[in-house]
């Protein structure tokens, strides 16, 4: 695409990140503790993804069987909302409401639970004190392509239309825009075949009850054909942010999460369906009888959409293999599955399973086969969609952010004129020193 000579470069960086959820806070954060020159651009206001502006606050996958895996900026994240009083450690409570419990010294396993707005300001908090400089409100709007490097990207903020140039380019828009509006290769499952979407809001009112008996009071409706349509076949996310409040998602939508048509209408389908899912909780939950909506996410929550093609792949069957794919980045537990478009006919629009075991995300699912300046992190990977669910937590996608942080900066201290030039050891001790990966 060809681009006004009065649009002006606002910018040149060593590293531009494009999206501020946890990949994207990830490879910002860890480029310019590095000591990169590094932007941070996101169509937002504040920092966090589907953590923040989609009212998700569950980090899953800090560790599995037993084993703390993951740690780095994830865990300073946790670690500091724990200090404001803003982060619970649940285990093995399936989908009930726990009891909002401050973690400690404890070690990082099961789920942690965390406060919206004490996230925004921690991500705030961080970003600033690391030296990222963030172009908040702003929209990536097209990409300057010079044969396999991106040169600039443009973006629409408040001030009008600018260039931003860079030496390196890293995708964590969770949809692979920046690959996509650069002309670079990517997949997307039919909407059928993917994960459904999700609006997460939260209740007041509730009062203390024994959450296994709405669990198995849900799970004698559903099976009776009492639930409603679009409802989830469990009581999902009940979890308890302060008392009294509890957060809730267990209506769904199906749709492409690349069309905004399909993104507006599910906006529409969803909030009305939360609406009926409080009316429900009041009806037939033990604890809910005088609750009420109090906030919500503002927008549509997407588990998986487009994807890039990488140079290497995360499959099923790679994923099925007793050995680790190349260029390992992080253990990943050896599960499939997603979450069905229709939870009538199960969890999964496929399959669902565990493995057990260990595998791994590896360092080529992160490199555009097309670029040999742009890395992608978080869910925008390359991946088989049956495996998303591995790779697609917010602790996963941090790590990712970091491992291309890492990278980019490893490849401009070096010259390398593709992504691909990186040493894997170095790369991997890059992780180890900054406590990404523990083993």
Not at 23 to 47: D, H, M, W
Not at 62 to 78: D, K, M, P, Y
């Amino acid at each position: 695409m060809n681009y006004s000579a009065d649009i002006p470069v606002r910018g040149t960086y060593d590293v531009v990140v494009v999206g501020a959820g946890p990949a994207g806070i990830g490879a910002a954060v860890t480029s310019a503790r590095l000591g990169r020159k590094t932007l941070l651009v996101e169509k937002y206001g504040y920092p966090g993804g589907v953590g923040t502006y989609g009212c998700c606050t569950i980090f899953f996958r800090f560790g599995e069987h037993g084993r703390q895996l993951v740690s780095g900026l994830a865990e300073e994240v946790i670690r500091r909302m724990d200090a404001r009083g803003a982060a619970s450690l649940t285990i093995n409570d399936g989908c009930g409401m726990p009891e909002f419990r401050r973690i400690g010294d404890r070690p990082l396993l099961g789920k942690v639970i965390t406060k919206t707005e004490d996230l925004r300001v921690v991500y705030h908090d961080i970003l600033s004190e690391s030296g990222v400089e963030k172009l908040f409100y702003s929209h990536l709007c097209g990409v300057i392509r010079d044969g396999r490097r991106v040169r600039g990207i443009v973006v629409d903020s408040l001030e009008g239309p600018g260039i931003i140039e860079s030496k390196v380019f890293v995708d964590a828009s969770g949809d692979a825009h920046l690959v996509h509006r650069a002309g670079g290769r990517t997949e997307q499952a039919a909407a059928d075949e993917t994960m459904h979407k999700s609006v997460f809001f939260m209740v007041s009112g509730v009062t203390p009850h024994d959450p296994q008996v709405n669990i198995k009071r849900y799970q004698e409706l559903f099976k009776a054909g009492a639930v409603p349509d679009k409802f989830w076949n469990h009581l999902g996310y009940s979890y308890q942010l302060d008392p009294g409040i509890v957060q809730l998602a267990f209506a769904y939508a199906n749709g492409d999460a690349c069309s905004s048509a399909d993104m507006t209408r599910m906006d529409h389908e969803l909030r009305d369906r939360n609406f009926e899912a409080v009316e429900f909780m009041k009806r037939e939950m033990v604890g809910y009888e005088h609750c009420f909506p109090v906030n919500s996410a503002q927008q549509v929550c997407v588990r998986s959409s487009r994807h890039i093609c990488g140079v290497t792949k995360l499959t099923e069957e790679l994923l099925a293999k007793d050995e680790l794919p190349p260029a390992p980045l992080m253990y990943i537990v050896r599960s499939y599955g997603s979450h069905s478009t229709d939870q009538k006919k199960g969890f999964a629009p496929a399959k669902r399973g565990t493995l057990g075991g260990f595998s791994a995300i590896p360092y080529g699912a992160l490199i555009p086969v097309e670029f040999d300046n742009v890395l992608a992190s978080g869910r925008c990977i390359s991946v088989d969609e049956c495996v998303m669910d591995t790779i697609r937590m917010m602790t996963t996608c941090m790590v990712t952010g970091q491992a291309a942080g890492i990278a980019a900066s490893i490849a401009i201290a070096g010259d390398l004129s593709e992504m691909t030039e990186v040493p894997y050891g170095d790369l991997r001790q890059g992780l180890l020193n900054m406590h990404c990966i523990l083993d």
